[in-house]
Every structure is written in structure tokens, then in C-alpha cells.
């Protein structure tokens, strides 16, 4: 609710005030945040990678430069992902990184399948 007089109402108020149906301004509002994270949501692999367990033995950065990389993290050299969702095209290199994890701290998701592959 952008106006002066709307400083403290909520937006049930603010709905009634402005002559607007609170339940339907609440479905726009929510579709418009859904439709902002669809394109991310929408890759059909996310990495899920236990940060704190990693070695930092950079085994995944030599499999798959393009997408996992050392960094330092609260004084710690540990691997990122520079992408955490991505598709069929990058899913061999970054299931290869997480095989050869001596740890197992990378792990692939299929969202499409909703299932966790490795
Ligand atoms: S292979 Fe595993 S332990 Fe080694 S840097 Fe990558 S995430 Fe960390």
C-alpha cells in the first residue's frame, strides 16, 4: 500500500479502503512473486552441497571449472557452485564432481523427478 494514510494498515485494510476484494489483491500479489522465481525454479537440477563438511581438496573444480570453484569461507579455502540450478546440458559435469567428492558433500537434485539422484 504506497499512500501516507496507509501507514499501519495491513493489507486486508488497505484492500477495503481502496475499494478492492482483499482475497483477490492477495492471489495477484502471490502470483506476481511466483511468476518473479519461476525462472529459477524451473531448471530441473539443484545442487544441494554441505558446505562445512567440504575439504576444499578441489576435486570438483578440476572435474567441472565452468561451474565449481575454491573460495575462501570464514578462513577455509571450500568449493562453491557459481550455479546452483541448471539442466540436462550441464547435469553429466556436475554429476561427475559429485562422484568424485571424497566426502559427499555434493548432491544433485531432480526437481522435476523430486528425488535426489547422488
Ligand atoms: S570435491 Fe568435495 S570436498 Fe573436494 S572441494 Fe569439492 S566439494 Fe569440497
Known amino acids: 500500500m504506497g499512500c501516507g494514510a496507509s501507514e499501519f494498515e495491513n493489507i486486508e485494510q488497505g484492500a477495503i479502503v481502496h475499494g478492492l476484494d482483499p482475497k483477490t489483491l492477495l492471489e495477484e500479489l502471490n ?5 518473479t522465481i519461476t525462472p529459477t525454479s524451473q531448471a530441473r537440477y539443484r545442487i544441494e552441497h554441505n558446505i562445512p563438511d567440504c575439504i576444499g581438496c578441489s576435486a570438483c573444480a578440476a572435474i567441472h571449472p565452468n561451474n565449481w570453484e575454491m573460495k575462501e569461507v570464514n578462513g577455509e579455502i571450500k568449493a562453491l557452485p557459481k550455479k546452483e540450478h541448471f539442466d540436462d546440458g550441464e ?23 523430486n528425488k535426489k539422484i547422488i
Open 31 to 35: 502470483a506476481s512473486i511466483t511468476h
Open 91 to 113: 547435469f553429466e559435469l556436475n554429476n561427475e564432481a559429485a562422484e568424485v567428492c571424497p566426502v559427499n558433500v555434493i548432491h544433485i537434485h531432480d526437481q522435476k523427478m
